[in-house]
């Protein structure tokens, strides 16, 4: 890992904030000349500080869209269980979210379909893959109160 300072951070912190900004605004905005700019941008992309670059598209104006949080509990907890469930998991493009969990469940999922109906098949073809599921407990998400991307400012602001 390279040590970052605090040009990086700036970087980072506006493509956050805006990823559409031109080369040339960020270079102004971060008070370097452009050629520099590009080449610590360029490194962080390299180093993975920058995961990617994307659109936030508003689903629900293009189809219907349910969203559904699923608490998962495996059966056993051997590394091979964690990591048949782990990797079953990466090619259901329903699973838009997954976190290990420490305490009485073992998974959180987030998944979007476009009803309830979609839901419950997705469901079964999990339980039916033998992916060592004991339990699991759905919640629907009725609305959205807040969707956010955690602040760089604000957590790097913590730790000082």
């Not at 339980?127 to 339990?135: C, K, M, Q, S």
Request: aromatic content about 8%; charged content about 25%; proline content about 2%.
């Amino acid at each position: 890992m390279i040590k970052l300072d605090k040009y990086d951070l700036a970087i980072l912190s506006i493509l956050q904030q805006n990823g559409r900004i031109t080369k040339v605004a960020l270079a102004e905005k971060v008070n370097l000349s452009p050629s520099p700019c590009w080449e610590r941008l360029r490194r962080l992309e390299r180093e993975g500080y920058i995961k990617g670059y994307h659109a936030s598209v508003n689903l629900r104006k293009l189809t219907s869209v349910t969203e559904v949080l699923v608490e998962v509990a495996l059966a056993n907890h051997k590394a091979e269980d964690f990591q048949r469930f782990e990797t079953a998991i990466q090619d259901v493009p329903e699973i838009v979210d997954c976190w290990a969990t420490g305490g009485g469940m073992d998974y959180i999922l987030k998944v979007v379909v476009n009803d309830i109906e979609a839901y419950q098949k997705l469901l079964d073809r999990l339980l039916e893959a033998g992916l060592g599921i004991d339990r699991y407990f759905s919640y629907i998400v009725t609305k959205s109160v807040k969707s956010a991307t955690p602040s760089l400012d604000t957590l790097l602001a913590e730790n000082d």
